[in-house]
């Protein structure tokens, strides 16, 4: 246990405290207040670690947990991780303060609220931070379980449930399918450490590299919103919009592209995971900047911006594992510089779509909607909100002077040299890059432009009665805010960023060239292609977003039946139905039916054991002899059992079970045994009275009235029941594998100073049980007095009720 | 001894097995009652029958047949007691509330 992880256990071990804070604090103090101390200790504590890690360290610590399988919670400082944490402390610490004043202390549950969110601060840092990849996929579906408990937080709206389920679905699915992807990893590699997957060669020769990487991808996939399984994010969009800021633009939804960033030196240098990585993302990026144009909810706007944009860090990540395809070179390091765009937007995106998600919130909070079509004219009213609308929606857009413009730029050097390439047939698909990355970029432009000018200009269409809508109060703007200045510092001050996060990420993505990476991020290139596309796009962009309402009709062509939602939709309804009619055909309610699927599995499987593990045995050599009356006493009870099988009247079926009881007591008297004897004497006597006193409140037997088949198949069953039953017997009999241990109790004067061995064994050897024994039949009693006593009144007033 | 009481014991099951997938609940009772004494034959049959005397030991015998089964089987006897018992009122109790003792219209409704 080291200071490490503690790190990641802090915000679970704190979780614990959070419902007692908020029973014994909440009326004097916002919980949040108290939350907010776990990620700022947390950040300042991750920030002295930037300048070892950036001078090319990296710190690892070990904690056994499942040593005997060679699985160990294993964390791993390197540049990436300590880059993604630093996001996680950063933003949670924003997205607390900024919920203390979003959510209500005297409406909200906040202690759910703040202990979801702790368990999602501590599973994302986990997953960052494991080496391990059992470890990780462990922190991974915490995460998915976290967001599933946050984004169902209104859990009395419909709409929150359905999203909550669709992502529980969908991420989970991909988990799954991650998780056998890292099971035929570790088999290829025979190694479960993340480290050591990078350090070994060779391992693309095997059949099963292929199969593995897709299903890790899909994992990447389905966490990071990509096409097609990008419809869970809008859905998520019902969680409060903290959780959305933090968990479904900043951080949770970038663990896909964490894992692949980090799985590239592993992958990268293959053609799959090239055009499967950056081509799913160019699609992604495409369909999210075109559907969010047509968006009228701001949120559901910024959710598919946030789809699009992780499109374009995915895509990012593909085009620079071509790096690794060449080695070492300037070839590779033209490739590299997309990793570096990729790890750099990244950061932009996390600090510009966050304080987004924050203005959206606090203008949901003080106007009361979030439709576009209601919204307006705000700009007089909340100034300050409107700056940081056009901060975030003008980096968005990738303009300058704003950070987004910096990593714009250089995704376009990075589609451009992509295109120019030969490797993988690059150069007959090549030239769509620049293509797909230029209209996506009109479309991302457009929509910025909605967002910004939609909400803030015009004239308000809207009347709020209760109150007159004004700016925020300042804690809520605070977080935001800072977000902001980062925005603008970015871009004034990129190197710095560069320096001590960017390069030492970049390298732990590219760990084959790391030390001659380096890079200098200027805003002026002078008059390149680049600078033409961005131009382009501002232009075109402008031209499109006045015309809007001549061509935002079109959308209405696409058909709904044709969305991914509809087949989503579709499947999961039949799914219910076909699983609701099989379940309806087995659980038949029928008690008989159940006991006949026990009777039938006990038959197959003890019967299938004993044919397939030949435990068939047959060996009377030791039986002791058998005497008359035992023979007579064994021929009477088989006479008794067959006459409660006919018996049509009921009280000479009680009669032939009582004789039947008798009759065992007499065996015991034969084997020895008289301390059973004479208790099943009793037993017998008391169950046989018991039975009369029922049945005379019970009504007559009556013929089985039964269909010959149902007859048929209850004979079947018990009689394979019984042979089952009788082989089983008789191989035990037959098969002795160990001497009894009954010699050391007939020491028993001596250990218990009693003479009766069996009476000593029950109190003096075996008491607990014999006293749990007394406890079951105590409950026994009781629940025999109740049943008889508690009138029936209870029941009628349920019935009445129905 | 040993093969005989096998052999009964299958029987035993066999009748039980099938009382119980009975639609009288009667029946049922009846089926479990039966299969508990072919548990505990089989269980005092598995220690070995007659292997010496009973394990009493002011008796001195030189061996004594094994004690560990029979302290079991004390146990279970007792324990079968109270859950026939428990049934047996159980039973009652749902022909009075429900009015029928046969499982097929003990089923649930269609909406539980």
């Not at chain 1, 391990?132 to 709206?157: D, G, K, M, P």
């Amino acid at each position: 246990m080291s200071w490490l992880h503690l790190l990641i256990l802090a915000p679970f071990i704190f979780a614990i405290f959070v419902p007692f804070l908020y029973k014994k604090m909440n009326q004097r103090i916002h919980t949040g207040w108290f939350v907010l101390l776990i990620p700022l200790i947390l950040f300042f504590y991750l920030f002295t670690f930037i300048p070892e890690i950036s001078s090319g360290n990296t710190r690892t610590a070990t904690l056994p947990w499942l040593p005997a399988y060679d699985i160990n919670f294993t964390i791993y400082v390197d540049g990436l991780s300590l880059l993604f944490a630093l996001i996680i402390a950063g933003i949670g610490a924003l997205v607390v303060l900024y919920s203390i004043y979003y959510m209500s202390k005297h409406r909200e549950a906040l202690h759910n609220f703040y202990v979801y969110l702790l368990m999602f601060m501590g599973a994302m840092l986990g997953l960052v931070f494991s080496d391990n990849i059992f470890v990780l996929y462990v922190f991974w579906e915490l995460t998915s379980v976290s967001s599933f408990l946050l984004i169902a937080y209104w859990y009395q709206r419909e709409k929150s449930r359905y999203g909550a389920q669709k992502s529980m679905l969908i991420t989970i699915f991909g988990g799954l399918s991650m998780l056998a992807g890292f099971i035929m990893l570790s088999m290829i590699a025979d190694t479960y450490s993340i480290r050591t997957l990078i350090s070994s060669e060779t391992l693309n020769t095997n059949t099963l590299f292929i199969p593995a990487m897709i299903l890790i991808l899909i994992g990447a996939f389905t966490k990071s919103a990509q096409f097609p399984f990008s419809i869970w994010l809008p859905d998520a969009m019902e969680a409060p919009t903290p959780i959305s800021a933090y968990l479904h633009s900043a951080t949770m939804v970038k663990a896909g592209i964490y894992l692949v960033a980090r799985l590239t030196p592993v992958f990268g240098g293959e053609a799959v995971w090239f055009w499967l990585v950056s081509g799913i993302g160019l699609i992604t990026l495409l369909y999210g900047s075109i559907n969010a144009v047509r968006q009228t909810d701001l949120k559901a706007l910024l959710a598919y911006s946030t789809i699009s944009q992780l499109g374009l860090i995915m895509s990012l990540l593909g085009m620079g594992s071509g790096a690794l395809y060449f080695g070492y070179g300037d070839e590779s390091f033209v490739y590299a510089v997309a990793i570096f765009a990729a790890i750099f937007h990244l950061l932009n995106h996390a600090t510009f779509k966050g304080s987004l998600f924050m203005v959206v919130g606090i203008i949901d909070h003080e106007t009361g909607t979030r439709d576009i079509r209601k919204l307006g004219g705000l700009m007089h009213l909340m100034p300050i909100s409107f700056t940081l609308t056009v901060i975030g929606g003008f980096a968005m857009a990738g303009l300058p002077p704003f950070n987004g413009f910096l990593s714009k730029e250089m995704f376009f050097t990075a589609v451009l040299n992509t295109a120019e390439k030969s490797i993988f047939n690059l150069d007959t698909l090549g030239f769509l890059f620049p293509i797909i990355a230029w209209v996506a970029s009109v479309f991302t432009f457009i929509y910025s432009m909605i967002l910004v000018f939609k909400t803030f200009r015009r004239k308000p269409t809207f009347v709020r009665v209760d109150k007159q809508v004004h700016e925020a109060p300042i804690g809520m703007l605070l977080s935001p805010m800072i977000l902001g200045t980062l925005v603008v510092a970015l871009f004034f001050f990129p190197n710095v960023a560069s320096k001590y996060l960017l390069t030492p990420a970049w390298e732990s993505v590219l760990p084959t060239l790391a030390g001659d990476l380096s890079i200098k991020i200027s805003p002026w290139h002078g008059f390149n292609t680049e600078l033409m596309m961005t131009m382009g796009v501002v232009v075109f962009g402008t031209i499109m977003y006045r015309f809007l309402k001549k061509w935002y009709g079109l959308y209405d062509y696409y058909p709904d039946s044709l969305t991914i939602n509809h087949f989503y939709n579709l499947g999961l309804q039949s799914l219910e139905a076909i699983s609701e009619k099989t379940t309806n055909r087995y659980m038949t309610g029928f008690i008989r039916d159940y006991l006949v699927y026990i009777f039938a599995f006990i038959i197959v499987v003890v019967g299938g054991a004993l044919w397939k593990f030949g435990g068939v045995v047959i060996n009377h050599s030791t039986d002791a002899h058998v005497n008359v009356y035992e023979a007579g006493i064994i021929v009477a009870m088989v006479i008794s059992a067959v006459t409660v099988l006919f018996s049509k009247s009921r009280m000479t079926s009680v009669i032939a079970v009582g004789a039947l009881g008798f009759l065992v007591s007499f065996l015991f008297v034969l084997f020895r045994a008289p301390d059973l004897a004479l208790t099943q004497l009793v037993v017998e006597t008391v169950t046989t009275v018991l039975f009369l006193l029922c049945f005379y409140h019970l009504p007559e037997l009556r013929k089985e009235m039964s269909r010959i088949p149902f007859k048929v198949t209850n004979a079947l069953i018990s009689i394979g029941v019984g042979v089952i039953v009788t082989i089983v017997a008789l191989s035990a009999n037959g098969t002795r594998l160990f001497d009894s241990i009954s010699t050391y109790y007939e020491n028993s004067y001596k250990l218990a100073g009693a003479k009766n061995i069996v009476n000593a064994i029950l109190v003096d050897f075996r008491g607990v049980d014999t006293m749990l024994e007394i406890l079951v039949l105590t409950m026994a009693g009781l629940g025999v007095y109740t049943l008889i006593k508690l009138k029936s009144e209870g029941r009628d007033k349920d019935e009445g009720a129905e | 001894m040993e093969t005989l009481m096998c052999l009964l014991v299958g029987v035993l099951f066999s009748i039980g097995t099938y009382l119980i997938l009975t639609k009288s609940l009667l029946r049922i009772i009846l089926g479990t009652s039966i299969i508990g004494h072919g548990v505990n034959l089989l269980i005092i049959t598995m220690g070995g029958l007659k292997k010496g005397g009973p394990p009493l030991l002011g008796l001195k015998n030189l061996t004594y047949t094994d004690s560990l089964p029979q302290a079991l089987l004390l146990t279970a006897i007792v324990i079968n007691f109270a859950t026939t018992a428990l049934f047996l009122v159980l039973s009652y109790r749902a022909y009075i509330v429900l009015g029928t003792d046969d499982t097929e219209q003990l089923r649930g409704k269609e909406d539980e």
